[in-house]
């Protein structure tokens, strides 16, 4: 697989995003840690470079699987993990509430380091922007740790601009990772940009809409146990049925040129800047593969006008989080 950069930080060209390995999905029928850890080195022998994780996704549970599954490739991969939450791992979801003050943040470097299983951890996001704590004192403490060789790169999670600049002139940020894709394209008009204008690499997540843009997922659903996408308005009703209309244009263009619906999106995030690299997550084999598939795809300057033409006559219905998640999203 292809290399890209984000900043100086080199990755594959598309990233593995574990959350749903042991967080936010179906707890009915989960994928075993001996599946897991075979998925994820599967991963890596298909060139997959670029591993994400965070404390809270188990919690804690799902950097310890990464350590166990990429230990045998020390120094041939990149882990990006975060923080920013105080954490109660009997509470459903486990997060209490922000917090990105200077003493968490080494806390949760100094856990994160011993649960993957390495001495300094390579891309260390703040998770959602803390209100409390000024983005310069988070950028230092960062900085801090990179100084001590605890850390090699700092990253920011759904910030705006302005939070970006500031933190950016303190401390120098290599990533952000917020949500983008056909139907989530909140970040274009001013963040992409500012991006592009500092030099900072971009990541995705949710590139194939939480699983709607494959198609796969059938009108009225019914979400297992734990499954985020229970709660999330696009997903529901009326604002399912009028979504579709997205998935039809993908399936369309990827009958032409043979590939799927969610290689298309991920093939047309591929092709919008050579510093965006996304990360799609799955627990199956089959999947993995077809969305590393997407890399070979080329789009043509037909099929791009085609889907902006297209996604101009479509209204995307519903928002992309439940009320209290939305209220962590910087604009």
């Not at 697989?1 to 959350?19: D, H, N, P, Q, Y």
């Not at 989960?30 to 404390?55: M, Q, S, W, Y």
């Not at 033409?309 to 989080?321: F, N």
Request: proline share 5%.
């Amino acid at each position: 697989m292809k290399t890209r950069m984000l900043g100086t930080l080199a990755v594959s060209e598309i990233g593995f995003g574990c959350m749903g390995l042991s967080f936010s999905y179906n707890k009915t029928s989960p994928i075993t840690h001996h599946d897991a850890v075979k998925l994820l080195r599967n991963a890596v022998e298909a060139g997959v470079t670029f591993f994400d994780t965070a404390e809270v996704y188990g919690p804690w549970t799902n950097e310890a699987l990464l350590g166990e599954a990429l230990a045998p490739f020390k120094g041939e991969v990149v882990i990006a993990t975060k923080f920013g939450f105080d954490l109660d791992a009997s509470r459903t979801p486990p997060m209490k509430g922000m917090n990105s003050h200077p003493a968490q943040i080494r806390k949760v470097a100094e856990a994160s380091c011993k649960a993957l299983g390495v001495e300094a951890l390579d891309l260390f996001y703040q998770h959602r922007v803390d209100p409390n704590v000024p983005i310069e004192d988070v950028a230092g403490a960062v900085g801090e740790l990179v100084r001590e060789g605890k850390v090699k790169h700092f990253g920011l999670s759904e910030a705006g601009v302005e939070t970006i600049r500031r933190a950016h002139a303190v401390h120098p940020v290599t990533a952000l990772q917020s949500e983008y894709s056909l139907w989530t394209r909140d970040v274009e008009a001013e963040i992409l940009p500012t991006l592009e204008e500092l030099g900072i690499g971009f990541v995705p997540f949710s590139p194939l809409g939480k699983g709607f843009l494959t198609g796969k997922i059938e009108a009225n659903k019914a979400f297992g146990e734990g499954d985020i996408r229970a709660g999330i308005p696009r997903f529901q009703g009326d604002a399912y049925r009028s979504n579709m209309a997205l998935v039809a244009l993908l399936e369309e263009i990827g009958e032409g040129i043979g590939a799927s619906s969610g290689q298309i999106a991920l093939a047309w995030l591929l092709a919008k800047k050579p510093w965006i690299v996304p990360i799609p997550g799955t627990t199956k084999r089959h999947r993995l593969e077809e969305n590393l598939g997407a890399a070979e795809l080329v789009l043509t300057h037909d099929h791009l006008a085609q889907i902006e033409a297209a996604l101009a006559k479509i209204a995307i219905v519903g928002d992309r989080y439940p009320p209290a998640l939305m209220a962590t999203v910087q604009k």
